[in-house]
């Protein structure tokens, strides 16, 4: 397997298997990507959507073998391999933390969204942008959100990723530090 991901060439092959039809084949990768984050998810992986890339990634580094090979639905296989890399993230997945953050109170709620809004005017103009786009959307829409202003930035999606938490961590010490010069107590933030 490509460690930088799959070629051009190979995901055109895999279209190719999904379908001759390009369009048809386009719709049947997003269809059944879009169900593997849901099998994901549905069993309690914190990282659907790396995983189903992962899967991805397995199958289009098998593309040749399939195409020759394989014969059926090839959405099944791809179920097939997901289940492999599930079983696989089950021996390497991290219990969660033992005491939850107890909930919010409404006020304390609403002086953090007040004080994320003012550190946000003080994120240059180009990471308060990124930080707003990238939180843009429900469910599928976040994503394709995603996937387009990743692209925007000629970036990979991982790297949109880090770099949201970069801005993220930064945003979160600023409201901290404007919650302590307040005298509020909010451990639900990470602060005791």
Not at 154 to 165: D, E, G, H, Q, T
């Amino acid at each position: 397997m490509n460690r930088d991901g799959p070629t051009q060439e190979n995901f055109d092959k895999l279209l190719l298997w999904l379908d001759s039809d390009r369009d048809t084949a386009g719709k049947k990768y997003e269809r059944i990507r879009y169900k593997l984050i849901r099998i994901f998810a549905a069993r309690g992986c914190c990282e659907a959507e790396d995983l189903a890339d992962k899967c991805v990634d397995v199958v289009i580094s098998k593309i040749d073998w399939l195409i020759e090979n394989y014969e059926g639905n090839p959405a099944l296989y791809f179920y097939a391999v997901a289940k492999k890399i599930y079983l696989e993230y089950l021996k390497t997945k991290k219990p969660l933390p033992e005491p939850l953050p107890p909930e919010p109170d409404p006020k304390g709620l609403e002086q953090v969204c007040g004080y994320l809004e003012e550190c946000l005017q003080e994120l240059p103009r180009t990471d308060s942008d990124l930080a707003l786009r990238y939180h843009q959307g429900e469910k599928q829409e976040k994503i394709r959100n995603r996937k387009v202003l990743a692209d925007e930035l000629k970036i990979s999606r991982n790297a949109l990723r880090i770099r949201m938490c970069h801005i993220n961590a930064r945003l979160k010490e600023c409201i901290k530090l404007r919650l302590q010069q307040g005298g509020a107590e909010t451990p639900w933030l990470g602060q005791p």
